[in-house]
């Protein structure tokens, strides 16, 4: 195999890769894990729609994004570090990373912690 095809392989390998992990982290996000095996605060909620508003699970609306719900479990569990997070509400590391360190006006971080406002 020539240099210009083996680059194009490589390449294409690369990309191949990465599709894998944007599968990977949507399968993650939207629902990969079942009842069974979802994390106790997923357990409270039953669906995400298109403009990521949680339901119930008796089906009424709640109107809470995914910052809602982080910012309510923080409230009822005191503060806790970002791994605590994520394990407590299942919801993927970058989601719960951006969210805990862009809305300031929902959560701060003080002593190694994040703490609800």
Known sequence: MDSDTRQMIDRLDKRIGKLQEIKRLI???FGANGPETASPALLLV???NGTGNIKSLSGEPKG?????VIHQWLKDHGPAGRGEVIEAT???AGTVG????QCKDLF????GKWHAR
């Open 90 to 92: 299942g919801f993927p």
């Open 27 to 29: 399968l993650e996000e």
């Open 108 to 111: 701060e971080s003080r002593d």
């Open 64 to 68: 809470a994004s995914r910052k809602i």
């Open 98 to 101: 951006s969210l805990l360190s």
């Open 46 to 48: 039953e669906a995400v």
